[in-house]
């Protein structure tokens, strides 16, 4: 007997979906965070700032922005600090609240449903410190699932960034239930193992699921579209307006790396050249260097964690094989390939700092 499926109704339905690529500058707010959590560990600011291209005297300004890749050297500052161990991610994360997000934290808090909360929380993503990619859907078992994919955030600090987020998000949904009913949290997904020994049976005491084939919160159907407490229309859509300003004013700049990793995308793999995308930036190779340099990064750096990326793309939705990899790289030979990439996923090993 044949057993008809139909193959729509089991599609998730996509309630939001927030921004494609982690790298925009963000708020000097979230570094500050970093930088208290590591003193009270014991580690200075200078250490968690060296490399980074980062002013200290300018983390006081309310105004000031930071590059993605700033932060990115920062974390990794942090984590060989203090460890880079499974739920560090989690406890920094923990202390992200309504407020260290400005007016994005009000527009969140203003939205009248969680619906609301959501569309809003992922149009303006651009807002945050976030690194992997947002999505919020209704799953074929009719769950609501807040998913963050990080597989295009470098290797070596993907699991604290996630984590990071996951944490922050669990934070912020519970700020924007305070004074109403309970927050509709069923389960947190994370997809990296748990960690050895005694493994945590909880997330910011949520019910955690380890190995999952994504990272998300995993909400109760019902409450989509309930009333919130501190809904307002009024103060939502003005919150909005704003924001929509600040996306624009933020967008109008371009860092070095940015700019760089763009180019090294746009390119699909094969190694351009640092003088090649000088060039096309119009400025010498050395300039280029020295910005790099200046935002906390390098160009073999970011041509590793661009390689990385396409690498997975390819595997996750090509199913392309390893020669085939190789070959769009500009490897001549898989075993070059194959040794590159598993420096690229050593997440605790060195890397080139080189040109």
């Known amino acids: 007997m044949t057993v008809s499926v139909d193959t729509a109704a089991a599609q998730p339905q996509v309630i939001a979906e927030g921004f494609t690529d982690w790298d ?13 959590f ?9 250490d968690c700032l060296a490399g980074s291209g980062i ?24 984590l060989h600090g203090l460890g880079n161990r499974p739920g560090l991610g989690i406890e920094v994360g923990a202390r992200y609240h309504v407020t260290t997000f400005g007016l994005f934290g009000y527009a969140l808090l203003s939205a009248p449903t969680m619906r609301e909360v959501f569309r809003c929380g992922l149009r303006y993503s651009a807002l945050t410190f976030g690194f992997a990619r947002h999505s919020a859907v209704v799953d074929a078992a009719g769950d609501v699932l807040h998913r963050m994919d990080g597989g295009r955030i470098p290797a070596d600090v993907r699991r604290f960034l996630v984590e990071r987020d996951c944490a922050a998000n669990i934070v912020l949904g519970r700020q924007v ?45 019902d409450f989509l579209d309930s009333p919130l407490p501190h809904g307002n229309p009024h103060t939502a859509q003005i919150c909005q307006e704003l924001c929509e300003r600040l996306v624009a004013q933020r967008a109008s700049g371009s860092g070095a790396a940015r700019t760089v990793r763009r180019n090294l995308l746009a390119g699909g793999g094969p190694d351009p050249g640092i003088e090649h995308i000088a060039r096309r930036m119009n ?24 390689r990385l990326t396409l690498v997975q793309d390819g595997l996750r939705h090509e199913r392309l094989s390893a020669a085939e990899l190789a070959h769009r790289l500009g490897y001549s030979e898989p075993s070059s390939f194959m040794r590159a990439f598993r420096r690229w996923t050593a997440a605790d090993s060195p890397r080139s700092e080189g040109s």
């Open 38 to 46: 590591a003193a009270e560990r014991g580690l200075g600011a200078a």
């Open 24 to 36: 925009f500058p963000r708020a000097a707010s979230g570094v500050v965070l970093l930088l208290d």
């Open 283 to 306: 400025i010498t190779s050395r300039t280029l260097r020295r910005k790099l340099a200046a935002e906390g990064t390098t160009y073999r750096r970011l041509l590793d964690d661009v």
């Open 55 to 78: 002013d200290a005297g300018a983390l006081g300004d309310p105004h000031h922005l930071v590059e993605a890749s700033q932060e990115i050297a920062v974390v990794r500052n942090l």
């Open 177 to 221: 239930f305070a004074g109403g009913p309970p927050v509709p949290l069923r389960r947190v997904d994370l997809a990296f193992p748990a960690p050895p020994g005694a493994a945590p049976t909880t997330v910011l005491d949520a019910p955690v699921r380890y190995g999952a084939g994504t990272t998300a919160l995993v909400y109760d159907p």
